[in-house]
């Protein structure tokens, strides 16, 4: 599918400047009640939201530096950087990368919003298009799921921006209103969608039902922990789990590096990612930023490993060698680095890595983490992380810990683990840990960790241009 993006993503090139704001416009001024008559139009629409994630605003970069550089691992090269406030703890509404992640969602809420309003008018074999409008309406509760987890109360649009006239200054939405749109929206694409193995081999990067399965358990998970929560939410999200597990579509790669290697992309393991390639198609500058100079001669270097966290590693993790610079060679480095993402093809800006929005390791980490929520006694909470620790090379944990013991355990694996795919923040906060931990693994630079940034801020920009919008407490 990444070459069938191309055309539809150059119009996200022109936001590629580190700094530059995402101005708030109109977006998609095409006529698209006379734009959608056939399914080539729907597949045509659908393409131009997957390609609205892959600008370096969006998933190209901005997605995994909000959700990684406030967390415990990743350190900023400078002090002075923009983005070291957000490793330090001392951002403030006016950070760009906040404007960027902002603008970048609702540019593809509007598009999938498109999709959805206009398909159901073509003439096309229902199933079919039920598909691609659940692929529509996935990424819309993807989308609306990341801004509720980062910013609680947000707008919500559920039509398109058809004119300057319409209003593009509507108020926060509550966020329990927000997580029930969310979930209509993945349930409609669980219901819609093929399942993966019935995914094309040119359509691979669409949305499965286990895509969506996946995310429910996970927006279920996360509701349980807000004042939004259901009673039932813990259960639900148990059963969206095994629903992915017992489809016997997805299972761990035996060898960690597999998850990785751009040649081995959307494998079993792959359950969601975002689909980047090499010129003339848009890729992804996470392999660069990583990687230093003296070992790329165009490598940035930019965020390098937190020393405490490279230490944590036992000696027999494979994962370590894998995802850290290590002591082998002759080249000399000031610190570790990350290379968890490598690509021997890499030109420049642009390489192959795909972002993983969700990946089968990380629903057996789910698994115990529900199982210990639901009761802490059940020794089968040890079966999902034993089986990403015995791919690792290590032990499997036993005993019968404690709740909370147990959540310490899982906030290790899932660094070990899933570090710097975009799950660091959503994680420490969902799982209440978000001061201790990088306070414990960032003393000489975070003292503490104010409540306030259990959210994000509302942009400056965004406030602004839309009076209605209030700020989360904490900031100005």
Known sequence: MKKHLLLLS?????????????????????????????ENDVVAGLNGAFG????????????????????????????????????????????????????????????????????????????????????ARFLRGMAYFDLVRCFSDVPLVLSTVKSPGDNLKPARTPAAEVYEQVLADLQFAEANCVAENQIAGNEKGRVSKGAAAALLAKVYLTRAGTPAAKPTDMADALSAVNRVMSSGLYRLVPTYSDVFDPDKENGPEHIFSIQFDLPPNIGSIIVRQFTPSQIVSDGLGTFSVEPTFEKSYAATDVRRAWNITNKAGTTTLPRYYFVKFKDPLRITNDSRANYLVARYA??????????????????????????????????????????????????????????????RWYDLTRLKRLEQTVVASKPTIVASVEPKYYLFPIPTNERILNPNLTQNPGYN
């Open 10 to 38: 150059l119009l996200g090139l022109s936001l590629g400047s580190c700094e530059k704001f995402l101005e708030e416009t109109p977006y998609d001024f095409v006529a698209s009640e006379t734009f959608y008559t056939s």
């Open 362 to 423: 990380d629903i057996l980490l789910l698994q115990s983490e529900i199982l210990n929520n639901l009761n802490p006694a059940d020794p089968k909470k040890y079966e999902g992380i034993n089986a990403v620790r015995v791919r690792a090379g290590l032990a499997p944990l036993t005993g019968t810990s404690t709740k909370e013991v147990f959540i310490d355990l899982l906030v290790r694996e899932r660094g070990w683990e899933l570090c710097i795919e975009g799950h």
């Open 52 to 135: 609205a994630m892959l600008p370096q605003l969006y998933f190209g970069r901005t997605a995994w530096q909000m959700t990684e550089l406030p967390g415990d691992y990743v350190r900023v090269g400078s002090s002075t950087d923009e983005r070291a406030q957000l490793s330090r703890f001392n951002y403030d509404e006016r950070l760009n990368e906040v404007n960027n992640w902002w603008t970048s969602i609702y540019l593809l809420i509007n598009r999938t919003n498109d999709v959805i309003e206009r398909a159901p008018g073509v003439q096309m074999d229902e199933a079919r298009k039920n598909n691609l409008i659940g692929n």
